[in-house]
């Protein structure tokens, strides 16, 4: 089974930066698509960033696009979520997933999933 740990989150000033770390414990992870989905308190989770492995395509949500980047090693099994001009509004736990076969951006298509990370932005 595919195992992930997200790091890197914390707490930041609005305007500052974060890199979101999600390392996978699996052999075949240049295979997998990587998403990274937030979800603020009482709030729907939602798509932030996604990577196809197949035709190394990333896609960005419009509410970060221009700030967030996404990217990944596969040599080290990791996939980076890269944030920056952080506002309030980016305040969320920020989950890694992963999927096999078609690359999406649908939160509800992720079977794999890591425990979170909490980021903190103050104004």
């Known amino acids: 089974q595919v195992q992930l740990v997200e790091s890197g989150g914390g707490l930041v000033q609005a305007g500052g930066s974060l890199r979101l770390s999600c390392e996978a414990s699996?052999?075949?992870?240049?295979?997998?698509?990587i998403g990274w989905f937030r979800q603020a308190p009482t709030e729907e989770r939602e798509f932030v960033a996604a990577?196809?492995?197949?035709?190394?395509?990333?896609d960005v949500a419009d509410s970060v696009k221009g700030r967030f980047t996404i990217s990944r090693d596969n040599a080290k099994n990791t996939v980076y979520l890269q944030m920056n001009n952080l506002q309030p509004e980016d305040t969320a736990v920020y989950y890694c997933?992963?999927?096999?076969?078609?690359?999406?951006?649908?939160?509800?298509?992720?079977?794999?999933w890591g425990q979170g990370t909490q980021v903190t932005v103050s104004s």
């Open positions: 699996e052999r075949a992870f240049s295979k997998l698509h």
């Open positions: 997933a992963a999927k096999g076969g078609m690359h999406t951006t649908v939160v509800t298509s992720y079977p794999y």
């Open positions: 990577s196809s492995w197949s035709r190394d395509i990333n």
